[in-house]
C-alpha cells in the first residue's frame, strides 16, 4: 500500500467575493480566485484611498463663536 498523503488543493477564501480561491502557484491570481476578483478588489482599494484623500479638512473643526452674526 502507498502510504503518500495526496497532494491536497490549498484553498482560501476569497476576499474579494468570498468564494474558494485556489492557493497554488497555478493560480497567479492568489489570494483572489480569478482576475475578475483581483481587478476589483483592486479598484475597491484605489476609490477608498481616493475618498479618503477628498475627504480632509472639515470633519472636526471648531466653529469660532465670535464669528457668528446675532441676529436678535
Ligand atoms: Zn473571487
Redesign the pocket.
Known sequence: MTDTPAPEPRYVR?P??G?P?LYAAENRYRP???ER?KLQDLGAWASESFRLDAGDGEAGAPTPSNEQPRDA
Open positions: 476569497c474579494s467575493c468564494g480561491s483572489f480566485c480569478s476578483c
